[in-house]
């Protein structure tokens, strides 16, 4: 079975800082890993994806992840924050071997103060 | 132009009563799948529909059934709903079969509550 865990529910990041939100999964294999954004009163966009190819990969509007297998982990970074990223954050996992079936963790809402 | 839209968007309703949500996508995609929110904002998935296909159904109750009448549509009834049930409703679209690595696109939600 598959799941992530977010650590943090809230965070909040001066505007022009570094934002780190993290995510660690759990998985018998190799997982596929996504983090979406949730704007408010807004469904849910993908900001990037690892389907085990790069491990360090870039997504939309700044953001990366980076996996890291030993720590089981797939935290999200972009350098400097903008008020526009305010948002709820989430990182889901799926398995290679299964059908599509998006495992989400409980999410992490992102506070950019001016 | 949306590609994956939900109506309605709010939905008040008492308890006991049947009721429908739309969802539709102009994305070509073939997959269609649908997501509960609580008030928590924990997400977990419902259905899922391939082709017409149920493919994925998870432990929902049977008060709930997935309807698509085509490719780009696919229907959440609720029967006798219940208190439970208040929750954001999200509807979402893949492109293929349903492979793990297809990125889903949602819907902007359907927000029920059950009073």
């Known amino acids: 079975a598959q799941s992530v865990t977010q650590l943090g529910s809230h965070v909040s990041v001066s505007e022009g800082a570094l934002v780190l939100l993290r995510c660690n999964y759990s998985?018998?294999?190799?997982?596929?890993l996504f983090w979406y954004v949730q704007y408010p009163n807004q469904g849910l966009q993908l900001l990037l994806k690892y389907t085990s190819a790069a491990t360090l990969v870039k997504g939309i509007n700044g953001f990366e992840a980076e996996f890291k297998k030993s720590e089981t982990s797939f935290h999200l970074t972009k350098p400097s924050a903008h008020m526009s990223d305010a948002a709820e954050y989430f990182c889901a996992v799926t398995s290679p071997f299964g059908a599509n079936n998006l495992f989400f963790g409980t999410g992490t809402r992102l506070t950019v103060i001016p | 132009d949306t590609a994956v839209s939900q109506t309605p968007k709010y939905l008040v309703t008492q308890m006991g009563n049947d009721k429908s949500i739309k969802c539709e996508q102009n994305?070509?995609?073939?997959?269609m799948y649908w997501y509960k929110q609580d008030s928590k904002k924990f997400l977990k998935i419902m259905f899922s529909?391939?082709?017409?296909?149920?493919?994925i159904n998870e432990t929902v109750p049977n008060r709930f059934s997935p309807k698509s009448p085509d490719k780009a549509h696919l229907n959440l009834h609720i029967n006798s709903l219940e208190l439970g049930d208040s929750a954001v409703y999200f509807c979402a679209s893949s492109q293929g079969a349903g492979a793990a690595t297809d990125t889903q696109y949602f819907g902007p939600g359907t927000r029920l509550t059950v009073l």
């Open positions: 994305l070509g995609h073939d997959t």
């Open positions: 998985s018998s294999v190799p997982p596929y």
């Open positions: 529909y391939n082709n017409k296909e149920l493919i």
